[in-house]
């Protein structure tokens, strides 16, 4: 897991597929994710969306045309908080 964004309001992070390194397995009894995701916390409201599949893609698109021009925190907090609507796991650990 990749911390990509913390400020008041949210937290961003990336889950990456559990790929074994060439060579290496996988312990049948660890949990492994298929495919890698985007988990936005709402720290106001105590809630989280992970996003995969092709939200993930569509997040992984944004990420990419910040990283082309670098955006203000405003920008990115009114992004997240289009997500945030989408929010409906409480956030128990964190």
Not at 43 to 48: A, L, T
Not at 55 to 78: G, I, K, N, S, Y
């Amino acid at each position: 897991m990749n911390l990509l964004y913390e400020s008041d309001a949210f937290a961003v992070m990336h889950l990456l597929a559990n790929e074994p390194a060439e060579g290496e397995s996988v312990p049948a009894d660890q949990p492994t994710l298929e495919r890698h995701g985007f988990e936005i916390v709402d720290k106001r409201s105590g809630k989280e969306v992970y996003l995969d599949g092709s939200w993930a893609e569509m997040f992984q698109q944004q990420l990419l045309a910040w990283q082309q021009r670098a955006p203000t925190q405003e920008e990115v907090e009114d992004t997240l908080e289009g997500y945030s609507g989408l929010a409906q796991q409480p956030v128990l650990v964190h």
